[in-house]
């Protein structure tokens, strides 16, 4: 069985400070690893994925993830926030043999203040 | 890049009646397409995932006959909310994935559902 959990369901960060939004996992699978980000009445867009290849992977937009099999993290990060930032993020976890279906986290609501 | 669209993006319809949505792949072929649905401020849950050529498989808890889904070709899925209800009423989001691409699926623009 997987599972995600993301741990915060609203950050606030100031303009030009550091997101750190945080997921951790759970597999019975070697997992892949989805960060997406969902604006306003929009579908969702990958901004990076983890498929057992370098474990830093970066993405779209300047941010990037790690995934840590020995925390089960795949925290997402960005060294600077951009007002257009804002938005709904998810992180998902698939695997091998799971037939591409996705397991979504809770998702956390990312607020950029001026 | 892969392009995955959605029709109607906003329906309204009254209770007692059918809903159909379509899922479209526009540059690529998906033998698996997958039906989510999203409620305000909540994260997406599976309900389908649809095959091309053969029968959905349903999630528990998600009524078959309910919400019929039909992967009539490489390209397309629709899914119809038969007799629907106010309670009906959400977001719903398809993503298909690419026959080359294991492990990526491409997210559709979602269908906002208002049932009165």
């Known amino acids: 069985a997987q599972s995600v959990t993301q741990l915060g369901s609203h950050v606030s960060v100031s303009e030009g400070a550091l997101v750190l939004l945080r997921c951790n996992y759970s597999s019975s699978v070697p997992p892949y690893l989805f960060w997406y980000v969902q604006y306003p009445n929009q579908g969702l867009q990958l901004l990076l994925k983890?498929?057992?290849?370098?474990?830093l992977v970066k993405g779209i937009n300047g941010f990037e993830a790690e995934f840590k099999k020995s925390e089960t993290s795949f925290h997402l990060t960005k060294p600077s926030a951009h007002m257009s930032d804002a938005a709904e993020y998810f992180c998902a976890v698939s695997g091998a043999g799971q037939g591409g279906k996705l397991i979504f986290g809770q998702g956390t609501e990312l607020s950029v203040k001026p | 890049g892969a392009v995955v669209s959605q029709h109607p993006s906003r329906v309204i319809c009254k209770s007692g009646t059918s809903v159909k949505i379509e899922c479209r792949s526009l540059d690529f072929q998906a033998t698996t397409m997958f039906w989510y649905r999203q409620f305000p401020k909540k994260s997406l849950m599976l309900m389908a995932t649809?095959?091309?050529?053969?029968?959905?498989?349903?999630e528990q808890g998600v009524e078959k006959d309910k919400f019929l889904i039909n992967h009539a070709s490489l390209t397309l899925s629709t899914l119809t909310v038969t007799s629907a209800h106010p309670e009906d009423s959400s977001f719903y989001i398809c993503?298909?994935?690419?026959?080359?691409?294991?492990?990526?699926?491409?997210f559709g623009p979602g269908t906002r559902l208002t049932v009165t």
């Open positions: 993503s298909a994935r690419d026959v080359l691409a294991e492990y990526e699926q491409y």
């Open positions: 649809s095959n091309e050529g053969s029968k959905a498989t349903y």
């Open positions: 983890y498929t057992s290849a370098a474990t």
